[in-house]
């Protein structure tokens, strides 16, 4: 388990879900907004792990890392999703269907190849991990709504962190799963 990379692609995954998290956070219980946060993570990673160990059963890892092409395609392509917010009677489940909306592609394709190989104890732990990581991402989103720079350093430059991101997690799949090395070989 690559921590390093676990976290890059969390915030690679997650930085267009910051910008909308200071709306909802000024709008929702800071309680809620972890809780609906959280679910839709977990439920989402947890697609990826079993979609993954399905690909395993039918395919050897080195083929599997043509899933890092995923990534490097998601921060390559021009994305002009126009995300709103629809009002719920649920704060939880407003975010947790807020997040689905906005994260359930590039979360899918983005952890999906990442978390190939991984044992089920590998995956609990990335599970905290990331958990762990939404949790502060929140309370620091939080804390950083009232400072009116950083939303606009994040206005400005999120798009493009985000697609270096992307590519960065791709290229490591890539190299990671030995896909590189197996057509080097081939030559």
């Known amino acids: 388990m690559n921590f390093g990379l676990l976290t890059a692609t969390f915030i690679g995954v997650n930085l267009d879900f910051f910008i909308i998290l200071l709306f909802l956070l000024k709008e929702f219980k800071l309680s809620r907004v972890m809780i609906g946060y959280l679910a839709g993570v977990v439920l989402l990673m947890?697609?990826?792990?079993?979609?993954?160990k399905t690909?395993?059963?039918?395919?050897?890892?080195?083929?599997?890392?043509?899933?890092?092409?995923?990534?490097?395609y998601m921060g390559l392509r021009d994305d002009d999703d126009d995300t709103k917010i629809h009002d719920s009677e649920s704060q939880i489940w407003n975010v947790?269907?807020?997040?689905?909306?906005?994260?359930?592609?590039?979360?899918?394709?983005?952890?999906?190849?990442?978390?190939?190989g991984e044992t089920f104890t590998n995956f609990v732990l990335t599970l905290v991990y990331i958990g762990a990581l939404t949790i502060l991402a929140v309370l620091l989103i939080k804390w950083l709504g009232s400072n009116k720079y950083v939303a606009g350093f994040m206005d400005h430059y999120g798009e493009v962190l985000m697609k270096i991101c992307y590519i960065g997690v791709g290229i490591y799949v890539l190299f990671d799963s030995?896909?590189?090395m197996h057509i080097i070989h081939l030559f």
Request: negative net charge.
């Open 55 to 72: 690909l395993e059963l039918f395919a050897p890892e080195w083929i599997l890392g043509v899933l890092g092409f995923i990534p490097i």
């Open 178 to 180: 030995g896909f590189i």
């Open 46 to 52: 947890s697609l990826s792990f079993g979609i993954g």
């Open 96 to 116: 947790f269907i807020t997040y689905l909306a906005v994260c359930a592609g590039c979360n899918l394709s983005i952890f999906l190849p990442v978390l190939i």
